[in-house]
């Protein structure tokens, strides 16, 4: 990515609003995670569509749209909402990301192109030309294209830090790709990328037709690999449980569609004073 990429224009956006404005992106983080006393799933999926909101209420020149589960075997790409720069006409996917402190999946590689690539050398890949070759070969094309948006949570602490990975990078550093026998239960080697310091940068997993979906792909590790990321909430952000939500989901199921209308009003000019206060237009 560069300083001209759509998704990199939209991060550094979001984290110059974030950074003037702490509180707003602290209620919604402490909405989203607040859905974990519901379920433990829950909350991944309502991410995408408060990160959605977020974006369309606080970001004025950028529009999002929740793309929705229903439409997965039809997307060419991993993409959970797209966004459109209302200023550029840009239109980007982003596909987010709700995971505990630790490894991370970047991208399913849903093609199953980049491991089977790997398999092909054999053994280690060692040097910067060796490995510029890995990355230029058609299996590695969609590596600088993954936007994903990370909400990386520590539940105990109840905290959130937002990370974004910088594949290019992660790309320029790699001087050595190991392959390593997969640990921790896995049966299947993975591939790790390290950096001229043997500091790890990511790891491609086992994947195939066969594979799942949560053990093949792109992955990282957030404490391992920290120096690849840029923090999009610099550094760790407090949230807090919103009881009052949980009670307004749950009295919401059991009422009328009249009373969710009346609600939302509400709500709707609740976000008005929070514009108002944050002088946002």
Not at 144 to 163: A, G, T
Not at 181 to 208: K, L, M, S, T
């Amino acid at each position: 990515m560069n300083q001209t990429d759509p998704y990199k224009d939209f991060t550094m956006r979001l984290k110059l609003l974030v950074q003037k404005h702490p509180d707003l992106i602290a209620t919604t983080l402490s909405n989203i995670f607040t859905m974990r006393l519901i379920g433990n799933k829950t909350h991944g999926d309502l991410a995408e569509i408060a990160i959605a909101e977020f974006i369309n209420q606080y970001m004025y020149d950028f529009r999002s749209i929740h793309v929705g589960k229903d439409l997965y075997r039809a997307k060419s790409k991993e993409e959970d909402i797209k966004i459109v720069n209302e200023i550029t006409k840009n239109e980007f996917p982003v596909s987010l990301k709700a995971y505990g402190d630790g490894p991370l999946q970047l991208s399913t590689d849903k093609n199953f192109k980049m491991f089977p690539r790997l398999e092909q050398e054999n053994g280690d890949i060692v040097g910067r030309e060796n490995v510029h070759r890995i990355f230029s070969d058609n299996a590695f094309s969609d590596f600088r294209n993954i936007n994903v948006l990370p909400l990386i949570y520590d539940e105990k602490s109840q905290r959130c830090n937002i990370l974004v990975f910088d594949y290019r990078r992660a790309e320029a550093e790699t001087v050595r790709i190991s392959r390593e026998e997969g640990g921790r239960g896995r049966i299947h080697p993975v591939y790790r990328f390290y950096n001229a310091n043997d500091a790890y940068v990511c790891e491609v997993r086992y994947g195939d037709a066969t594979a799942n979906a949560l053990q093949r792909g792109l992955w990282t590790h957030t404490k391992n690999g920290l120096d690849y990321f840029d923090s999009i909430t610099a550094g760790w952000i407090d949230y807090s449980h919103n009881l009052v939500l949980v009670k307004l989901f749950s009295h919401a199921l059991v009422s009328s569609e009249s009373g969710h209308c009346e609600a939302f009003e509400k709500i709707k000019e609740d976000i008005i004073r929070l514009k108002r206060f944050a002088n946002i237009r």
